[in-house]
Nanobody, 114 residues
Framework: VYLVESGGGLVQPGGSLRLSCAAS????????MGWYRQAPAKERELVAT???????NYADSVKGRFTISRDKAMTTVFLEMNSLKPEDTAVYYC?????????WGQGTQVTVAS
């Protein structure tokens, strides 16, 4: 596993969570780039990501509610999630690169429920 996510959990509708993603080991300095999610019985989908030209793409469903950011060293990527809805419930995965290889984290569960 090249990337490790943290910050998931159970939150009530309207609440907030902050996810983090970083390389799992300094021996394998993967660069985290963005976030995807997969809900039960659904395909994995883009949530938010930095592009290679340093722009940001958001899924329409999270625009205005989620914010992606990263530290200056670009070793950690964050996802600030506000105004969470039950439909945001999913496993959130961090995607990045290690050299020219695409790498993923194991995922962190986000559950939005009363």
């Amino acid at each position: 596993v090249y990337l490790v996510e943290s910050g998931g959990g159970l939150v009530q509708p309207g609440g907030s969570l902050r996810l983090s993603c970083a390389a799992s080991s300094p021996r394998f300095p993967a660069t985290p780039m963005g976030w995807y999610r997969q809900a039960p019985a659904k395909e994995r989908e883009l949530v938010a990501t930095f592009t290679r030209d340093r722009n940001i793409n958001y899924a329409d469903s999270v625009k205005g509610r989620f914010t992606i950011s990263r530290d200056k060293a670009m070793t950690t990527v964050f996802l600030e999630m506000n105004s969470l809805k039950p439909e945001d419930t999913a496993v959130y995965y961090c995607r990045g690169t290690y050299g020219s290889v695409e790498v993923w984290g194991q995922g962190t569960q986000v559950t939005v429920a009363s």
